[in-house]
C-alpha cells in the first residue's frame, strides 16, 4: 500500500510539473509572439506616417499649382473683361454717332 502511495505521489508530481513547464513554455511563445507584433505594428505606424507626410507633400504642392492655375485665369478673365468692356464702349460710342439709336 505504501508504495502505491509513493506511486501515485510521484505520479501526481510529474504530471504537476509537466503542466508548470507547459505553461512557462505556452508564455514564452505567448511573449515572443507578442514582441513580434508589436514591432511589426510599431514598423506599419512609423510606415503610415511616412506615406501620410508624403501625400501631405504631395496635396500642398498640387494645391501650389492650383493656386498659381487660379491666378492665372483670373488675369485671362480680367483681360478679357477689359476687351468687352472696350467693345461694349465702342459699340455704345458707334451707336450715339450714327442715326440709329436702339
Not at 43 to 71: F, G, I, P, S
Request: glycine fraction near 2%.
Amino acid at each position: 500500500m505504501k508504495k502505491e502511495i509513493i506511486a501515485i505521489g510521484i505520479a501526481v508530481a510529474a504530471q504537476f510539473f509537466g503542466i508548470v513547464w507547459y505553461i512557462s513554455k505556452l508564455d514564452s511563445k505567448v511573449n515572443i509572439l507578442y514582441d513580434k507584433f508589436e514591432k511589426e505594428s510599431d514598423m506599419k505606424v512609423v510606415e503610415n506616417q511616412v506615406k501620410m507626410k508624403v501625400d501631405l507633400a504631395n496635396l500642398l504642392e498640387d494645391m501650389k499649382q492650383l493656386k498659381k492655375q487660379l491666378r492665372e485665369e483670373n488675369k485671362k478673365n480680367k483681360e478679357i473683361m477689359k476687351q468687352h468692356d472696350d467693345l461694349f464702349d465702342m459699340i455704345e460710342n458707334s451707336n450715339s454717332n450714327s442715326n440709329y439709336n436702339y
